[in-house]
């Protein structure tokens, strides 16, 4: 989905995380998308949303992401 995303506006990662970023919202929002956010957020200077995302991932079920999520906090002093 992503990379559908990605392809569709150009390679321009600002349109990305505009296009997808309302997929957050929902319930069933995927941990692998919410990684990949939380890290377009953070290569575009947007700390506070990718810190917001990556404590989301670290409360998730998803365990698979727990560490790449640890790890991005305390690289970005969260």
């Known amino acids: 989905m992503a990379g559908i995303a990605f392809s569709r506006e150009g390679g321009r990662p600002e349109q ?13 929002c995927p941990t692998l998308l ?3 956010l939380a ?6 200077g947007k ?3 990718a810190v917001r995302i ?5 409360i998730s079920k998803d365990s ?12 970005l002093g969260a």
């Open 16 to 28: 990305v995380l505009s296009s997808l970023s309302p997929i957050l919202a929902e319930p069933d």
């Open 54 to 58: 990556y404590r989301d991932i670290l």
């Open 64 to 75: 698979a992401y727990h560490e790449t999520a640890r790890r991005a906090l305390r690289e």
């Open 47 to 49: 700390r506070d949303e």
């Open 39 to 44: 890290f377009l957020n953070r290569r575009l």
């Open 34 to 36: 919410k990684n990949l």
